[in-house]
């Protein structure tokens, strides 16, 4: 799979800003109950200007397609292209202009272009995320070479317009839904997804999308249409003369809007502990309803030793308004200017529907020569090139710095490594990589070897260290194969199963490589393989012994390399800073590095292909 790149933003608010005082007498309070409401609401929810597709009379001047397609067509006019050159239209949104057709059919009924592939995504404030991860899905696997993500609402109309004031006249509204009244607006944001950052400007890399509910835990918090007792606005019995409404409203039980934070929190708090989540990230875009929504989370944040602080904060919920499942697009089109190459963004997206948390992590990356970031640098095993170091040296930490961002982007992709890192590996998920691990590891010792043995008396240095490396590694594989007997699995099954396709294709690379003259390219290999020990083995091992129950004597082989593979790369370290290579040799051990990084990746993508 390729990366996926936010090319193009666009963001569409209807209509002037409607400030608070405006607000009431455009729309008026009712009875002195609603006006006290109102101003509670107001000073709670902190917006001070806020947008609605509704003219004077309470009547709809642009259906939500056409907020939606204005979006697109914003974030198609900022990347230069037209809808002709899209092949994916995702959207999502609260409620449609009409029941049916999907709402994703709408919008590219009214946008224009050809053919395209279609997706309406339901829910509240989430279905946006919920595009985008589709659009990025596709774009990252080839399908599409550009692609759009929408979110789109226009709940004025059911909460201020005419149908929400014959709902009110009715008595079908409540304090719930007179809190949604004064809070949410009308508004659509979209974003173009392709597989290369643009030329010209600052694209947004999708690093990865997680978008999970926990509607098995919770009741329904946010609802239209869904009364009481059960039945939904559809199942109107003829018999009954109590009248269900025929435009259902917005409703939104605020009661339990505190286990939505408390699950917020708990999610973030994973994500840090994990290293999915950037400790010091640089911005941090949340979608929340209210302002003061946001003081308890940061209050939260900060109990759970995760401060987010104000400079890296960012939020136009005052002066764009709640606008659902637009906000998130709308929010970064807004930050955008805040935004330089190498920095990361996270989105983060509560839905309180039914309780779904989406969170995005996105990285800044600028036109022209791509550059490792900072973050990058800071990631890298080897580090960032101290003051001094040739240029040779220094672009040969750089360029494997870059190696070793494609690589954990990559690895993110591998459905098993996913598991080990969401804490959601299973005995078996261990036993299948010890399974697939074994033949490269076998194989480890011998193309060491065989690379001593091909370098020449000038390299003397390279040819010793590479002995006492295949000294040190060609009894690894029993240490593994211990541990797979000791997780429950069948020692004879090991040694009778054949390498899968990418262990065979990684193997045949290295063999070839070791076998010619001078192989210093291999240090790329070495950094790779030993980065996954110092790196990553011991994350692993002590996720899986949470999540799988494992004991600490059937983990050794990943407890052994996440110690053992430090002395490896001081070796590295060493012999990279020696200044025995030329611009040539530093190009080819790059090269190296991003093939067996790629080769790696399918060994694990290929679990049990043989």
Request: aromatic content about 6%.
């Amino acid at each position: 799979m390729t990366d996926a790149y936010i090319t193009g933003i666009g963001a569409y608010l209807p209509g002037e800003p409607v400030d608070n005082e405006e607000l009431a007498a455009r729309f008026g309070d009712g009875t002195r109950r609603d006006a006290a409401l109102r101003r509670r609401v107001l000073a709670a929810n902190g917006i001070r200007t806020r947008h609605y597709a509704l003219d004077e009379k309470l009547l709809t001047v642009e259906q939500n397609e056409q907020l939606a397609a204005t979006a697109a067509g914003r974030a198609l006019a900022d990347r230069g292209l037209a809808p002709e050159d899209v092949r994916m239209l995702a959207a999502g949104t609260t409620q449609g202009d009409a029941l049916v057709p999907g709402f994703a059919s709408m919008v590219h009924g009214r946008l224009g272009g050809g053919p395209m592939e279609v997706l309406s995504a339901g829910g509240v404030c989430a279905s946006s995320m919920a595009a985008l991860k589709a659009a990025v899905g596709a774009v990252r696997l080839g399908e599409h070479s550009a692609a759009l993500a929408v979110g789109s609402e226009l709940v004025s109309r059911s909460l201020l317009g005419r149908a929400g004031a014959a709902s009110r006249a009715d008595g079908a509204d409540g304090a719930d839904t007179a809190f949604l009244r004064w809070t949410l607006s009308d508004g659509a944001g979209a974003v173009l997804v392709e597989p290369e950052p643009r030329p010209d400007g600052l694209s947004l890399r999708v690093d990865w999308i997680r978008l999970t509910s926990h509607a098995h835990e919770h009741q329904p918090c946010m609802s239209a249409g869904l009364e009481a007792d059960g039945r939904t606005w559809l199942d109107r019995d003829p018999l009954d003369e109590t009248r269900i409404p025929e435009a259902p409203s917005l409703r939104q039980d605020m009661s339990m809007l505190p286990e939505l934070v408390d699950l917020g929190v708990a999610e973030f708090t994973r994500l840090v502990d994990t290293g999915r989540i950037p400790a010091d990230v640089e911005h941090v875009l949340c979608h929340y309803s209210a302002e003061h929504f946001r003081e308890k989370l940061q209050a939260r944040l900060r109990e759970a030793g995760h401060a987010v602080d104000d400079e890296r904060w960012f939020s136009n919920l005052s002066t764009a308004g709640n606008t659902g499942s637009a906000s998130i697009f709308v929010m970064l089109e807004a930050a955008r200017q805040r935004l330089s190459p190498g920095d990361r963004v996270l989105l983060i997206v509560p839905e309180s529907g039914r309780f779904t948390l989406a969170i995005a992590l996105l990285t800044c990356v600028g036109p022209g020569v791509s550059t490792p970031s900072r973050a990058e640098l800071a990631a890298c095993p080897l580090g960032a090139p101290e003051p001094g170091d040739p240029e040779p040296v220094a672009r040969a930490l750089n360029g494997l710095a870059e190696v070793w961002a494609e690589f954990e982007r990559g690895l993110d992709r591998v459905p098993v490594i996913r598991r080990i890192e969401d804490g959601e590996a299973t005995v078996r998920d261990y036993r299948r990589l010890l399974l697939n691990l074994r033949q490269q590891v076998v194989d480890g010792g011998r193309w060491i070897s065989l690379a001593a043995a091909n370098f020449g008396t000038d390299l003397f240095p390279l040819r010793s260290a590479a002995i006492r490396h295949a000294a040190d590694e060609h009894q690894d594989f029993q240490l593994l194969e211990r541990d797979y007997a000791s997780a429950g699995g069948d020692p004879a099954e090991m040694n009778s199963t054949p390498a899968n396709i990418g262990s065979a294709a990684l193997s045949a690379f290295m063999f070839h490589r070791a076998g010619l003259p001078d192989p210093v390219d291999l240090l790329g290999a070495m950094f790779v393989i030993e980065g996954l020990g110092t790196r990553k083995a011991g994350g692993w091992a002590d996720r899986l012994q949470r999540s799988a129950g494992l004991r600490d004597d059937q983990l050794t082989f990943l407890r052994y390399h996440s110690v053992g593979d430090d002395a490896h790369y001081g070796v590295l370290r060493a012999a990279l800073r020696s200044g025995l290579f030329d611009d040539a040799q530093v190009t080819r051990i790059v090269r190296t590095a991003r093939v067996v990084a790629r080769l790696y990746l399918l060994q694990l993508e290929e679990l049990d292909n043989v």
